[in-house]
């Protein structure tokens, strides 16, 4: 692809991190956000001081609230929340020309419809060009320039691997797949089990505990991803296993600090209020829950977090029953 222009919408940290990795890669880029304040600072400053502070932004990253500017571009890519992403696509529609490619970089699943994002995606834009970024990445990690690998997922695989191209430099390392059902799945589930992980972190119940969470979650998460049309070995990649691991044991995860504040005492309503960021995994728990039930999926560590996180169940009754369940097979797909 000869093309080098980037269009990323969404100036959140993640939007941020990949709109200065689309600079490294050589590409000029322009940074869509819904904030005039924010984007004459970033421009004047050189800075997003609201998502990303301390890091310096490169000269060839534009912030604008202008969106016709995706017309000129060789690929977009979305950042914004996924809860959010239909109503951002339908006002980006009328200015989309039908070999644009979208990269989509949000992670859950929406909210009522059930739907992945790329179905989101079709449903707004018709038939364009898709491709899925995922993967064990931070924000601020991404935007220091430290190494990182992630998944690139797109069902033609000669745009996925012009994509790759398009934005992949030595230290931010994209790996292709075709499988964009499983890489989404993925992507939306971890940030559930990172909640839990984050519990069993803030009750202090150690290290056995969160090293059979995570593989537990695992299972889970390949259930339900192999039934909505993923493929099995995606789940032991970087969108599964190594999206899982990160999320689930480091510090710069949102979800699994909300998961330690609820371990810690605190209401999910109070948690949420003090944050400016938006903690994915507590939207996407409530819609996992539903369409596991839709596919016949048990789901006993996605069903919990959606109690506690969205319903008020009591922690501590809610973790006795996960360990009153009966004793299974391991490799028993029920759960």
């Not at 304040?37 to 490169?58: F, Q």
């Not at 018709?126 to 064990?136: M, R």
Request: net charge negative; glycine share 12%.
């Amino acid at each position: 692809m000869s093309g080098k222009r980037i269009t990323v919408v969404g100036g959140g940290a993640w939007g941020t991190a990949l709109a200065i990795q689309a600079v490294r890669a050589g590409a000029d880029v322009e940074l869509v956000l819904r904030d005039n304040a924010l984007a004459g600072r970033i421009n004047a400053d050189g800075e997003n001081d609201l998502y990303l502070p301390g890091i310096k932004l490169p000269e060839a990253l534009r912030a604008t609230t202008a969106i016709d500017g995706i017309r000129d571009s060789d690929a977009v890519l979305l950042v914004t929340p996924a809860q959010h992403l239909r109503a951002t696509l339908i006002k980006l529609a009328p200015h989309w020309p039908e070999t644009l490619p979208a990269i989509i970089c949000a992670k859950g699943i929406e909210k009522n419809t059930g739907a992945l994002m790329a179905q989101v995606v079709a449903e707004t834009l018709g038939d364009v060009p898709v491709a899925v970024l995922s993967g064990p990445t931070f924000a601020q990690e991404v935007a220091k320039g430290l190494p990182a690998a992630i998944t690139l997922a797109c069902s033609d695989r000669d745009l996925g691997r012009d994509l790759v191209e398009l934005i992949g430099t030595p230290a931010f390392r994209p790996y292709f797949s075709t499988d964009v059902a499983g890489v989404e799945v993925a992507g939306a589930i971890k940030n559930v089990l990172a909640i839990a992980s984050g519990v069993v972190a803030g009750l202090a119940l150690g290290d056995n505990a969160r090293a059979a969470l995570i593989t537990r979650g695992l299972a889970e998460m390949s259930r339900l991803a192999v039934a909505m049309g993923g493929r099995i070995e995606t789940m032991m990649g970087l969108a599964g296993l190594g999206d899982l691991t990160l999320t689930c044991t480091g510090s710069l995860s949102r979800n699994y600090t909300f998961g330690v504040a609820l371990g810690q005492g605190r209401k999910a309503g109070d948690i949420l209020a003090e944050r400016r960021s938006v903690t994915e995994g507590v939207h996407t728990a409530a819609s996992i829950t539903a369409v596991a039930v839709k596919y016949g999926i048990e789901m006993p560590i996605c069903r919990a977090v959606d109690q506690v996180a969205n319903h008020g169940a009591d922690l501590r009754s809610t973790i006795d029953a996960l360990l009153q369940r009966p004793f299974r097979d391991e490799l028993e797909t029920g759960a």
